[in-house]
C-alpha cells in the first residue's frame, strides 16, 4: 500500500509559478513510476506529466511541454512538478499518482495509487 500526499498548490497570477510536491509513505518508493494528473469539474481527469523510476525519463503532455518539470528525490520519498508560466487554462485538481506498469503512462487506468489532490487556481 502506498499513501500518497500533494501539497504546495494555491493561488497565482497568470505568468506566475508554483511548485507541487508529493510525499510518499512507501519505503519501495523508488520502484515507482510517479505522475501528475489533473481534473477539471465534470470532466475526466487528464494527463500532466510522469516520471521513471529512476528520474532519467519524463514525458509531458503536449500542453504543459517547456512549462512544467517533474522531478524527485528517491531519498525524500518525494516528486516535485514544478509549474512556470501558469495560465488561467492550468486551473484545476492536481493529483499525484504512483504506478508499477510500464505501460500507457499517460491513462490514468494504469496508476494504482492516487494522492487527495491540491487545488491550483490561476487568475488573468
Known amino acids: 500500500q502506498v499513501q500518497l500526499v500533494e501539497s504546495g498548490g494555491g493561488l497565482v497570477q497568470a505568468g506566475g509559478s508554483l511548485r507541487l510536491s508529493c510525499a510518499a509513505s512507501a519505503r519501495t518508493f523508488s520502484t515507482y513510476r510517479m505522475g501528475w494528473f489533473r481534473q477539471p469539474p465534470g470532466k475526466e481527469r487528464e494527463f500532466v506529466a510522469v516520471i521513471s523510476w529512476s528520474g532519467t525519463s519524463t514525458l509531458y503532455a503536449d500542453s504543459v511541454q517547456g512549462r512544467f518539470t517533474l522531478s524527485r528525490d528517491n531519498a525524500k520519498n518525494t516528486v516535485y512538478l514544478q509549474m512556470n508560466s501558469l495560465e488561467p487554462e492550468d486551473t484545476d485538481v492536481y493529483y499525484c499518482?504512483?504506478?508499477?506498469?510500464?505501460?500507457?503512462?499517460?491513462?490514468?487506468?494504469?496508476?494504482?495509487?492516487w494522492g487527495q489532490g491540491t487545488q491550483v487556481t490561476v487568475s488573468s
Open positions: 499518482a504512483a504506478r508499477n506498469r510500464p505501460i500507457a503512462p499517460m491513462s490514468p487506468l494504469t496508476y494504482d495509487y
